[in-house]
Nanobody, 119 residues
Framework: VQLQASGGGLVQAGGSLRLSCAAS????????MNWYRQAPGKTRELVAN???????DYADSVKGRFTISRDNAKSTMYLQMNGLKPEDTAVYYC??????????????WGQGTLVTVSS
């Protein structure tokens, strides 16, 4: 599967952005999907995830501000980010891990989209 992230940009603190992640293939509805981010000089961290059944979970740092969703008909996942803070500045990546025939999971990453929040 190929993942294509988009929607990043420059926004002032308190503003909003919506990220999108388009997936190739026709089995998107069966994937659990994740948004990660990596700030300069920091390790990549999990921001939010959504299961194939639509259950969601968030990192404490974004709870109440970010909303993850998916549109299976469009094979697309979204991350609505409100109340952005300078510390949200990072490259955001979409991700899924798919089970292979040998039982191992293979990670698939989008190319990343840069979000910059100015103070």
């Amino acid at each position: 599967v190929q993942l294509q992230a988009s929607g990043g940009g420059l926004v002032q603190a308190g503003g909003s952005l919506r990220l999108s992640c388009a997936a190739s293939g026709n089995t998107f509805s069966s994937y659990d999907m994740n948004w990660y981010r990596q700030a300069p000089g920091k390790t990549r961290e999990l921001v939010a995830n959504i299961t194939s059944g639509g259950s969601t979970d968030y990192a404490d740092s974004v709870k109440g501000r970010f909303t993850i969703s998916r549109d299976n008909a469009k094979s697309t996942m979204y991350l609505q980010m409100n109340g952005l803070k300078p510390e949200d500045t990072a490259v955001y990546y979409c991700h899924t891990a798919l089970k292979q025939g040998n039982g191992w999971y293979r990670a698939h990453w989008g190319q990343g989209t840069l979000v910059t929040v100015s103070s």
